[in-house]
DNA sequence: GTAATAGTGTCTTTGAGACACTATCCC
DNA sequence: GGGATAGTGTCTCAAAGACACTATTAC
């Protein structure tokens, strides 16, 4: 720092600017009962109190590093995981969004795999599925910012393996291509989809194999390396 | 609003918090003699004053409606361009990145015509190819945004048309091509290329042509739909 | 004519989609 | 054997890449 820095700073006082509130908001993914959910807690102060809304809150200028560890601290808050699929979705500012007024909220989306949501600690907590979820009323513009973190992970699913952050510890080729039906709202081809997803070399075969009614079907699991992967092609809707 | 929301708000005071400053970036690109350029302004004030940086600043409560307004903003206050291609990179947050202590920046990128930056009223600010921006001292951690957006416009030139966006009005496909190369820094197939663009149907033919050097070459124009159109293939690096 | 730039013909390769087919299991 | 679920064989098609080729102009 130069000398006109530190005399600037010496009389510098954050509030002598108008500034916006900034908070961070998660949309945390999972599949339940073969539905794409997103965690929704209760808020339990005003504005908006008693409504659901989606995790999330201000960053703390103490423990914070960064704005990507506000994210992992809500998340972790919420649901005692350390270290999801998360990414940043985008950031929205507007004067209306909030009562208190001008606000911008950083938006971050996670997958969690379904396995770790029963060592959740949530309270006042809760899963829903996204389609009920979008149908019931939400503090501030939540909906619109579960539409914007659907989106994007319905886009992703077009042309990465992300949705094998969503998948148990082992799993079916059946069961995932049942997941990416899912996101997508579409069905896809079975003889394309093992394809695709044995060609990405993303899974490792187990010697394991799951009865669900009839045959056996072998299992997989994930080397972890789904979340660069990017397939030679996109699908079309 | 409730009654709860109301009695809240009249006990509210924005400063009751610690809150970081939030402000806007953005790197906009210009070709400008066959090189990818973007523009910097000289800092006129404390912190880091006299370094160049990124035109940006701080979000106007009153003025702006919401968040990508306060980015058209910036963008007219430095180029008098009102509606070039604009979109959204990422938000950086966190404690070291300025002087001033916890700060957040919305960082957008914009492609501007080549043809319009003449008309600029750009007083402080240049033009500088984005290779030697990034090897001079800039403000902050600016160097990082750039390539933070460089990225992204690299990414979406393997499966967009983007780079038409910073085309003049009139241009012939060897031109095109020397875009997508220069942001690509790579060369491109000729024949794959007209094929790609061509059967895109982004561009309309014109009966004019352009003498440069040799035989001449076909004149095109935008349609403008590039900002939508995704082929149906990416480009491999 | 030659050099230089613009532009084409056409073969190969890769991976998605369609769809009929086989395999393995329980009852 | 029948039904249900898992999984394969193989053809077609679209678009990218390779590369040799032709076209048009200035000189």
Redesign the pocket.
Do not use: C, D, M, W
């Given at each position: 720092m130069n000398k006109k820095d530190k005399k600037y700073l010496e009389n510098y006082s954050i509030h002598d600017f108008d500034i916006p509130l900034t908070s961070v908001d998660m949309v945390i993914f999972a599949m339940i009962n073969a539905k794409l959910n997103v965690l929704l807690v209760e808020r339990v102060e005003a504005p908006q109190q008693g409504m659901l809304a989606l995790p999330g809150g201000f960053i703390d200028l103490q423990k914070d590093e960064d704005i990507t560890a506000t994210a992992y601290r809500k998340l972790y808050e919420k649901t005692a995981i350390k270290s999801p699929y998360l990414e940043q979705v985008e950031t929205i500012g507007n004067k209306s969004r909030d009562i208190r007024g001008w606000s911008v909220t950083v938006l971050y989306y996670a997958l969690i795999n379904v396995d770790k949501i029963k060592q959740q600690k949530s309270q006042n907590s809760v899963w829903m599925p996204v389609e009920q979820a979008l149908k019931i009323p939400l503090a501030f513009d939540h909906i619109e910012l579960i539409e914007k973190a659907q989106n994007r992970l319905r886009e992703k699913t077009l042309y990465t393996a992300l949705p094998v952050e969503l998948m148990p510890e082992l799993f079916?080729?059946?069961?995932l291509q049942t997941v990416f039906e899912t996101i997508l709202a579409k069905k896809?081809?079975?003889?394309?989809?093992?394809?695709?997803i044995?060609?990405a070399n993303i899974l490792h075969a187990t010697d394991k194999?799951?009865?669900?009614?009839?045959?056996?079907?072998?299992l997989f699991k994930s080397t972890g390396i789904d979340r660069e992967y990017y397939?030679?092609?996109?699908?079309?809707l």
């Open positions: 079916t080729l059946t069961e896809l081809p079975i003889k394309s989809f093992r394809r695709r044995l060609n194999s799951k009865l669900s009614g009839k045959r056996h079907a072998q397939f030679p092609r996109t699908l079309v």
